[in-house]
């Protein structure tokens, strides 16, 4: 009898190892940037070994691709997962803008990425297949939500499904982008849990009032 464990055990320790690996990549990078992190540590801080990693994942370089492959993946699986159905158009994009919002000041890891990633202006996203159309699933959404408030007659004609994506991103994005900076020059943390329901409320009415605005 073999002293082996079953194959799919060691399947399930693979995953979790590797899932493992991702979470404190994620956490090393974001905090450090793609030059300050180490894969040694990053190995150290797992039950893992940084050839281990490198048998995962091929290197650096793939880890870090990895780890914005996942953290992109889990904003536009909440975006696809937004249920607008029987909402008006107005309603449908403000509950898409305050999902979006959510999101962001809940991930502030993501955010860090996504800052560290135009830094190196982009130079490793675009070497992911994975990430090549990750942006069309929110784009096809808006435009959907855009095409109904213009046959209701309710937003204007010139909207464009991109523009309004960028206009709600920047907004979730700032809180924690800027929250040091910010809430030196002016006193004001703009993640405050206080505030938190000012600034979604706030967010969801720009966007309404930039699409109900006539041209």
Same mark, same amino acid.
């Given at each position: ?123 490793? #996203?675009?070497?992911?297949?994975? #990430? ?70 706030? #967010? ?6 930039? #699409?109900?605005?006539?041209?």
């Amino acid at each position: 009898m073999s002293d082996q464990p079953p194959k799919n055990s060691r399947l399930r320790d693979a995953v979790r190892t590797q899932a493992e690996i991702l979470d404190v990549a994620t956490r090393e990078f974001a905090e450090r940037g793609y030059a300050g992190a180490r894969v040694d540590e990053i190995a150290a801080l797992t039950r893992t070994t940084k050839r281990m990693i490198y048998y995962y994942f091929g290197g650096k370089e793939q880890l870090y691709i990895k780890v914005l492959e996942r953290a992109y993946t889990g904003i536009r699986e909440a975006e696809q997962a937004v249920d607008v159905t029987g909402l008006d158009p107005a309603e449908a994009i403000r509950h898409l803008a305050e999902l979006t919002f959510d999101h962001h000041t809940a991930h502030a890891d993501f955010i860090r990425l996504v800052s560290i990633e135009n830094i190196h202006r982009a130079e490793h #996203l675009v070497k992911s297949e994975t #990430l090549a159309k990750a942006g069309t699933p929110v784009i096809d959404l808006i435009s959907g939500i855009l095409a109904r408030g213009r046959e209701q007659g309710v937003f204007r004609d010139d909207t464009d499904a991109v523009d309004v994506h960028m206009m709600i991103s920047s907004f979730a994005v700032f809180p924690v982008a800027n929250q040091y900076t910010f809430g030196t020059l002016f006193g004001r943390d703009p993640l405050d849990p206080e505030r938190r329901a000012h600034y979604r409320r706030m #967010l969801g009415d720009m966007v309404v009032a930039y #699409l109900s605005a006539r041209s």
